[in-house]
């Protein structure tokens, strides 16, 4: 049975599962699968994630089939894992995700009204995951945020949390003062104290600039990654005009760098 299902390749999410369970086998699979645990795979798991958001960011959509099949695999990883300690298994995962879905949506699958906006529906969720909060005995505003989210992502969960209870600024032009003070206050530090005020200081900026994305309304992981991309995009502009003269970008002063770097922008901008 177990051959037979590996090899159908319509075998679907049980194939995977027995994929999964083989490579795990303590006599027959793989050495490097059978070494891993919880923590030395999560690293992997959040590349996945990563690596969906940005087939989904650059839009190639001939990846996603893969990148989503490279998450789904993490998910598997992790759920064969727990059930060789007896914790539970992918099927738990998924009905527990189910009955997740189901409790926190009774406006599809229970008998309140649809009719309410996507606001409403948010305050509503909100409300829901609260109260299993509280049946967790996470009694704190800001109890159950990850530890293990990248740091601008928790910051700004961190931020809609404490504005829940009214513990934020009114408006985004209060948040820009507060973003001069700080860049100000990461000045002095630079200027008069040590490294360990200097990392204190360009933190508190940081939070600030991800409250500032709340504000505006602005993912700041999105708007990083475009940034990112845009960078890498006029660079290798760069790069390309130097071949074309015969040069490498270390032959080049900073003045000539930055003159190929507005060549850049301006076709870039011109382009679009």
């Known amino acids: 049975m177990g051959d037979e299902l590996i090899h159908d390749s319509n075998g679907g999410l049980p194939r995977l599962l027995e994929i999964m369970a083989r490579l795990r086998d303590p006599e027959t699979g793989c050495p490097w699968d059978i070494e891993q645990d919880f923590a030395t795979i999560a690293p992997y798991t959040i590349e996945e994630a990563y690596e969906v958001a940005d087939a989904i960011e650059r839009e190639a959509w001939g990846e996603l089939k893969g990148e989503l099949g490279d998450l789904l695999f993490q998910a598997v990883f992790h759920a064969q894992m727990a059930s060789e300690r007896g914790l539970f298994d992918f099927h738990d995962v998924a009905n527990v995700m189910s009955d997740k879905m189901v409790a926190r949506h009774p406006h599809v699958f229970g008998d309140e009204s649809r009719d309410k906006s996507a606001a409403q529906q948010t305050v509503d969720w909100e409300a829901i995951k609260a109260a299993e909060r509280a049946a967790k005995a996470q009694q704190g505003v800001l109890d159950g945020v990850a530890l293990g989210l990248p740091a601008l992502m928790r910051a700004v969960k961190l931020q809609n ?16 003062d507060k973003l ?69 970008p270390e032959e080049l002063d900073l003045a000539e760098m930055d003159g190929l770097w507005d060549e850049a922008k301006a076709e870039e901008r011109k382009s679009a």
């Not at 949390?161 to 820009?176: C, I, K, Q, T, Y």
């Not at 206050?185 to 200027?191: C, H």
């Open 161 to 176: 949390r404490a504005a829940r209870v009214g513990f934020d600024w009114p408006g985004a032009s209060e948040v820009l």
């Open 180 to 248: 001069r003070e700080e860049a100000e206050e990461l000045v002095e530090a630079r200027d008069t104290l040590g490294p360990d005020e200097i990392e204190e200081e360009f933190g508190d900026l940081l939070f600030v600039v991800a409250n500032l994305a709340r504000h505006l309304k602005v993912d700041p992981e999105v708007a990083l990654r475009r940034a990112n991309a845009k960078f890498t995009r006029r660079f290798k502009r760069i790069e390309e005009k130097l071949h074309e003269m015969g040069k490498r």
